[in-house]
């Protein structure tokens, strides 16, 4: 074969290859989606965008997926191309956000940017939004909150919406001066929000008018508000900020090592503030005062929750810690061994955790145990 | 891969943040300007690069008559070859080591810019880990993704970013290679020349506008340092034919 046919050969290969790998692009996210708990049913977002209704007898009988009252939901996606002739391929519908429920209703945001509900007992979509196909809301990665007949979602377009529960209409829009990541936080007739601006937002949940705005100084990572007590917005410079939820004054700030990326908890006049450095600081709400500090090792990506007299931390290395609220003490640590970002959700004595392997965990918090535990991702058909 | 990132890319990251936090959050400014004072840091070395290898070209026609002169005797083709390159004071790896030592830094920024775009939650927190404690990187941070028509963390839809990196990069590659003497390795050249761009302009379709937006003002700043060195090079040079090579007429019996 002459030395200009091998070239040639090469060169169309080559171009291939090429053609190939542009229309493959980046490697598509998985979201980190929380559970939802009802009763005998925990609701989450598997990692490869479907939504699932789990129940929990099924589990711990290892029963075959779906057993029953047991579903699952694959949210339409979007096709893409890439404007090369090159096949059309989904969109990557990962779910960051806990699944929120009300009644029989399940209500989740979707990253790809659509709000939709979805019946809690058969799985079978209700309502979406925005309703078209091909059209979405900006990327979601805060979880939908309900109050009453009303749903809230922020998204990385700057808005705050507010949706009818039942069939979801939009009742109302809030836009600011930046993108919104942070779960927005309903307490009393306000919504709290915060952007990557460095604003933070007190809204009416009635119609969604502006009651007070803040400038916090960074951008906003997380949004938190006890009943009583101040509203809370972690930032990206490492500090926690309090204000007063009456008109934005300012009362505290704290200094951490890294990131509030999860919403603290509040609890008692106590502000449970985990933190990307690794620590969870017990700080009194009312002075911004470090009451303790508890060392779980590894970076906490989500929210403690509490659990009797104690609080419960996942750290993303996998490990359980079971802090005693009073002094911050270890009471005990269960290993699960895999990495965990997404929020844990506590229901009587069992933990669920959905860890970043795919599979989700019931754990005993009184034995340490794994009761049971469940591997998300579909089984080959 | 822990010490990379102490030695490498961390440094390089929080000064890319530091600088968007410098310029009003301005991301796709702080990128230009790194990329621009990293360019011009290297010149030193990439101007020996440019020299070695201009020089190596020039010997290029000794070589070759030394290669058909000790065709069937290699030890002694090396010692020709050896004394060649010393009468003209080069080193065959002297256009080897400046690029050895810039490589690291490039992929170093390479990184840091797809780093701190943190385009998707997973990228963002993984980011957390991998800063300073400077006021100016924390004020940075969330990288602004807006800038011009583009969205950093995503590709360039109108295809603008995908041309000016094929583009630029093309004239660049063209400015400092030589014309090939003989028709073999031309075709060669002329492949490679136009393989890169072509692959980088494909891969700018697919990848964060950033990272064009990198590749773009690298490919400008090397283009203004060619010319300045030595005009448009070879991208005005005339094609040279390929070298004959005169045959011995056939012996009379």
């Given at each position: 074969?002459?030395?200009?046919?091998?070239?040639?050969?090469?060169?169309?290969?080559?171009?291939?290859?090429?053609?190939?790998?542009?229309?493959?692009?980046?490697?598509?996210?998985?979201?980190?989606?929380?559970?939802?708990?009802?009763?005998?049913?925990?609701?989450?977002?598997?990692?490869?965008?479907?939504?699932?209704?789990?129940?929990?007898?099924?589990?711990?009988?290892?029963?075959?997926?779906?057993?029953?009252?047991?579903?699952?939901?694959?949210?339409?996606?979007?096709?893409?191309?890439?404007?090369?002739?090159?096949?059309?391929?989904?969109?990557?519908?990962?779910?960051?956000?806990?699944?929120?429920?009300?009644?029989?209703?399940?209500?989740?945001?979707?990253?790809?940017?659509?709000?939709?509900?979805?019946?809690?007992?058969?799985?079978?979509?209700?309502?979406?939004?925005?309703?078209?196909?091909?059209?979405?809301?900006?990327?979601?990665?805060?979880?939908?909150?309900?109050?009453?007949?009303?749903?809230?979602?922020?998204?990385?377009?700057?808005?705050?919406?507010?949706?009818?529960?039942?069939?979801?209409?939009?009742?109302?829009?809030?836009?600011?001066?930046?993108?919104?990541?942070?779960?927005?936080?309903?307490?009393?007739?306000?919504?709290?929000?915060?952007?990557?601006?460095?604003?933070?937002?007190?809204?009416?949940?009635?119609?969604?008018?502006?009651?007070?705005?803040?400038?916090?100084?960074?951008?906003?990572?997380?949004?938190?508000?006890?009943?009583?007590?101040?509203?809370?917005?972690?930032?990206?410079?490492?500090?926690?900020?309090?204000?007063?939820?009456?008109?934005?004054?300012?009362?505290?700030?704290?200094?951490?090592?890294?990131?509030?990326?999860?919403?603290?908890?509040?609890?008692?006049?106590?502000?449970?503030?985990?933190?990307l450095?690794g620590?969870?600081?017990?700080?009194?709400?009312?002075?911004?005062?470090?009451?303790?500090?508890?060392d779980a090792g590894s970076q906490l990506d989500?929210?403690?929750?509490?659990?009797?007299?104690?609080?419960?931390?996942?750290s993303q290395v996998g490990d359980?810690?079971?802090?005693?609220?009073?002094?911050?003490?270890?009471?005990?640590?269960?290993?699960?061994?895999?990495e965990v970002?997404?929020?844990?959700?506590?229901?009587?004595?069992?933990?669920?955790?959905?860890?970043?392997?795919?599979?989700?965990?019931?754990?005993?918090?009184?034995?340490?145990?794994?009761?049971?535990?469940?591997?998300?991702?579909?089984?080959?058909? | 891969?822990?010490?990379?990132?102490?030695?490498?890319?961390?440094?390089?990251?929080?000064?890319?943040?530091?600088?968007?936090?410098?310029?009003?959050?301005?991301?796709?400014?702080?990128?230009?300007?790194?990329?621009?004072?990293?360019?011009?840091?290297?010149?030193?070395?990439?101007?020996?690069?440019?020299?070695?290898?201009?020089?190596?070209?020039?010997?290029?026609?000794?070589?070759?008559?030394?290669?058909?002169?000790?065709?069937?005797?290699?030890?002694?083709?090396?010692?020709?070859?050896?004394?060649?390159?010393?009468?003209?004071?080069?080193?065959?790896?002297?256009?080897?080591?400046?690029?050895?030592?810039?490589?690291?830094?490039?992929?170093?920024?390479?990184?840091?810019?797809?780093?701190?775009?943190?385009?998707?939650?997973?990228?963002?927190?993984?980011?957390?880990?991998?800063?300073?404690?400077?006021?100016?990187?924390?004020?940075?941070?969330?990288?602004?993704?807006?800038?011009?028509?583009?969205?950093?963390?995503?590709?360039?839809?109108?295809?603008?970013?995908?041309?000016?990196?094929?583009?630029?990069?093309?004239?660049?590659?063209?400015?400092?290679?030589?014309?090939?003497?003989?028709?073999?390795?031309?075709?060669?050249?002329?492949?490679?020349?136009?393989?890169?761009?072509?692959?980088?302009?494909?891969?700018?379709?697919?990848?964060?506008?950033?990272?064009?937006?990198?590749?773009?003002?690298?490919?400008?700043?090397?283009?203004?340092?060619?010319?300045?060195?030595?005009?448009?090079?070879?991208?005005?040079?005339?094609?040279?034919?390929?070298?004959?090579?005169?045959?011995?007429?056939?012996?009379?019996?």
């Amino acid at each position: 074969m002459s030395n200009h046919r091998w070239i040639a050969i090469f060169i169309g290969l080559l171009l291939s290859l090429l053609a190939l790998s542009a229309c493959t692009g980046p490697p598509p996210i998985r979201g980190w989606s929380g559970f939802a708990i009802d009763k005998n049913t925990l609701y989450l977002g598997a990692m490869d965008g479907r939504i699932l209704g789990l129940s929990q007898t099924g589990r711990i009988q290892n029963l075959n997926f779906p057993a029953q009252g047991e579903w699952e939901f694959t949210p339409r996606v979007t096709v893409r191309s890439s404007g090369l002739g090159c096949a059309p391929a989904p969109t990557t519908s990962a779910t960051y956000g806990t699944p929120g429920l009300s009644g029989d209703l399940v209500y989740v945001a979707t990253y790809e940017g659509k709000v939709m509900a979805i019946a809690a007992q058969t799985g079978s979509l209700r309502w979406v939004y925005p309703r078209e196909t091909g059209e979405h809301l900006g990327n979601i990665v805060g979880a939908p909150v309900v109050t009453g007949e009303t749903l809230y979602v922020a998204s990385s377009d700057g808005k705050l919406y507010a949706f009818d529960t039942t069939y979801g209409d939009r009742r109302w829009e809030f836009a600011t001066s930046g993108r919104i990541w942070a779960t927005p936080v309903v307490s009393g007739d306000i919504v709290y929000t915060g952007n990557f601006e460095g604003d933070g937002y007190a809204i009416s949940a009635k119609d969604g008018k502006l009651v007070w705005s803040i400038k916090a100084g960074a951008a906003v990572a997380s949004v938190s508000a006890g009943k009583t007590g101040p509203v809370l917005f972690g930032l990206f410079n490492n500090q926690l900020h309090a204000f007063d939820p009456r008109n934005g004054s300012p009362q505290w700030q704290f200094q951490g090592g890294n990131w509030f990326w999860a919403p603290p908890l509040v609890s008692d006049g106590t502000v449970f503030a985990p933190c990307l450095d690794g620590s969870l600081y017990a700080i009194d709400a009312a002075s911004g005062r470090q009451l303790w500090k508890y060392d779980a090792g590894s970076q906490l990506d989500s929210s403690p929750l509490l659990y009797s007299d104690k609080l419960v931390v996942v750290s993303q290395v996998g490990d359980i810690h079971l802090v005693n609220v009073k002094d911050g003490s270890e009471a005990k640590k269960i290993a699960l061994g895999a990495e965990v970002q997404a929020p844990p959700a506590i229901s009587g004595d069992m933990l669920f955790v959905h860890a970043r392997t795919q599979w989700a965990y019931g754990i005993n918090l009184k034995s340490g145990e794994v009761v049971w535990k469940f591997n998300t991702t579909p089984p080959a058909r | 891969m822990n010490l990379w990132n102490t030695i490498v890319l961390e440094p390089v990251l929080n000064v890319l943040l530091a600088l968007a936090g410098m310029l009003f959050n301005n991301f796709g400014l702080a990128i230009i300007v790194l990329t621009i004072v990293i360019r011009l840091a290297m010149t030193p070395l990439t101007n020996r690069q440019t020299r070695s290898s201009k020089a190596m070209t020039e010997l290029q026609p000794k070589m070759q008559e030394l290669q058909r002169k000790y065709k069937r005797d290699q030890r002694k083709l090396q010692q020709e070859m050896t004394q060649l390159y010393k009468q003209a004071g080069i080193s065959p790896l002297g256009c080897l080591w400046p690029m050895l030592i810039q490589f690291p830094i490039w992929i170093g920024l390479y990184q840091a810019v797809m780093q701190a775009m943190a385009a998707n939650p997973e990228d963002l927190l993984a980011l957390s880990q991998h800063l300073y404690q400077w006021s100016l990187v924390q004020q940075g941070v969330p990288a602004q993704q807006s800038f011009l028509w583009l969205n950093l963390a995503y590709p360039d839809s109108y295809m603008v970013m995908a041309i000016l990196t094929g583009g630029t990069m093309w004239i660049q590659q063209k400015m400092v290679t030589p014309p090939a003497t003989d028709a073999r390795q031309k075709q060669m050249t002329q492949m490679t020349t136009l393989m890169m761009p072509l692959m980088f302009g494909l891969f700018t379709l697919q990848f964060p506008s950033g990272l064009a937006l990198y590749w773009v003002v690298s490919n400008i700043v090397g283009i203004i340092i060619q010319y300045i060195n030595g005009g448009w090079g070879y991208l005005r040079a005339p094609a040279v034919q390929p070298v004959l090579v005169p045959q011995k007429p056939p012996e009379k019996k």
